[in-house]
């Protein structure tokens, strides 16, 4: 440890009764094996947080997935040059459960699935883009043969991204264009221009009782992918409907039963491009081919980031910092945020 870095950290920690709260003097970690310590400048909130902590009560573990930040310190056995001291780079944690979180001055991470962001991008606004991004390239091309940005298609084929103004939702729409596809979404009326903007080709109100009749219309009957970013509620049941005649794929975010036979739908965790096993919030051996996944995702993310071809979720900056984080993780699970990401700035924590 620098003499510059201290020894304790402002962090917001479990409480034990599925809740949390800002402590002062949590202890600065170390990098382990194939670790980085990151200085955590922004972090990005999802739903993540609110599940496991109502799930999985903890005592004193840092919340928080998304970061963006600056490489602190290398740990032990991390390749040669990969990383740098001073490097701009975003990615997320598995928080809240055992390992701590982002959601504080100083996080450690995974030293190859991390996304190296440009000057031009700004910690806030990339702070975002990690746990979702890396969910999108997930649902796109973990299980589903899929062109890629790297090697678009000149012929398009239709895919369907359900629930497009979710973080996931929109890096989904983006790739899917940048890799050649027709990208038909379905949002709220109020976020359909925002959805154009990214590259969608049709949207449709996901609330219209004919959403799903429009779609096999639009789409010719023949819509054979999809990826529903909502996963729960009526969702599996619309997106079903809205495939074509012959039935095709779903990439799920969550766990969900597809009411059709000739449509297979498969729920991918994010958590496994670390190649870890882990238990919570679902047992998983580890995956040593989904690690490697993980870093060629990151590196796509990175690329298409220097590229100036991805844009991020619009922020929602928190002010005070981290002071207010507890609010504003039950702000989300009441269901308040909409095509938006709640961003912390680490330092206007008072």
Excluded at 162 to 172: D, S
Aim: net charge negative; hydrophobic share 40%.
């Amino acid at each position: 440890m620098t003499n510059s870095r201290p020894s304790q950290m402002k962090a917001v920690v479990t409480t034990g009764d599925g809740k949390s709260t800002l402590k002062y003097n949590v202890p600065v970690p170390t990098p382990g094996s194939g670790q980085v310590l990151i200085k955590v400048i922004a972090a990005a909130q999802n739903p993540s947080e609110w599940m496991m902590l109502s799930r999985y009560p903890t005592t004193d573990i840092v919340v928080g997935y998304d970061f963006s930040g600056i490489v602190e310190d290398i740990g032990p056995e991390v390749p040669a040059g990969l990383r740098k001291i001073g490097e701009r780079v975003a990615g997320f944690v598995a928080a809240a459960v055992t390992e701590g979180g982002s959601f504080a001055e100083y996080c450690l991470a995974d030293a190859q699935v991390l996304i190296p962001i440009p000057e031009d991008l700004s910690y806030e606004e990339a702070s975002g883009v990690s746990m979702a991004g890396l969910t999108a390239c997930q649902a796109l091309w973990q299980n589903q043969n899929l062109p890629t940005p790297l090697k678009p298609i000149s012929q398009p084929f239709p895919i369907l991204i359900w629930g497009g103004a979710t973080a996931v939702g929109q890096f989904a729409i983006q790739l899917a264009k940048l890799s050649g596809l027709q990208v038909i979404t379905t949002a709220s009326p109020k976020n359909h221009e925002l959805l154009r903007s990214l590259g969608a080709d049709a949207v449709f109100d996901y609330r219209d009782p004919a959403v799903a009749a429009k779609i096999v219309e639009y789409t010719g009957n023949k819509l054979a992918h999809a990826v529903d970013c909502i996963s729960q509620g009526d969702s599996p049941t619309l997106v079903s409907a809205s495939m074509g005649k012959n039935g095709g794929y779903v990439a799920l975010v969550l766990k969900a039963d597809i009411p059709r036979a000739d449509v297979k739908g498969e729920f991918a965790l994010v958590m496994t491009l670390f190649g870890k096993a882990f238990e919570i919030p679902m047992q998983y051996p580890a995956i040593p081919e989904h690690y490697e996944l993980g870093k060629k995702f990151a590196s796509i993310m990175s690329q298409l980031l220097f590229e100036g071809k991805l844009k991020s979720t619009p922020v929602k900056l928190i002010p005070n910092g981290l002071q207010d984080a507890q609010n504003w993780i039950e702000y989300q699970q009441e269901g308040k945020v909409s095509a938006e990401k709640i961003t912390y700035r680490i330092s206007d924590t008072p």
